[in-house]
């Protein structure tokens, strides 16, 4: 397995992780994790961890601003995708 591959395959896997463990300790007396940490574990990569945790926790889906920037950074990150994908094909 190339390297690259594997760092995005566990920084999604602790995307989902954070998104969890947040999740799990909402409501309790324990600090929440920043939205901001949230979404920058997103930016770095892990957003099809983060989407898919959102799903199955059932995390962050009701507060509009939150949706709006992990729909902004899937956006992002499938423009610079493309972006590339053209580059190598030329």
Same mark, same amino acid.
């Given at each position: ?7 995005? @395959? ?7 992780? @954070? ?9 309790? #007396?324990?600090? %929440? ?10 930016? @770095? ?6 989407? @898919? ?10 507060? #509009?601003?939150?949706? %709006? ?22």
């Amino acid at each position: 397995m190339p390297a690259w591959l594997a760092w995005w @395959l566990a920084l999604n896997v602790a995307t989902a992780l @954070l998104y969890g463990y947040d999740k799990a300790i909402s409501g309790g #007396p324990r600090r %929440r994790i920043p939205e901001r940490t949230l979404l920058a574990f997103a930016l @770095l990569g892990g957003s099809p961890g983060a989407l @898919l945790a959102m799903r199955v926790f059932r995390h962050k889906t009701a507060k #509009p601003s939150f949706r %709006r920037a992990i729909a902004l950074i899937v956006a992002a990150q499938l423009i610079a995708l493309v972006a590339l994908w053209r580059v190598m094909a030329a």
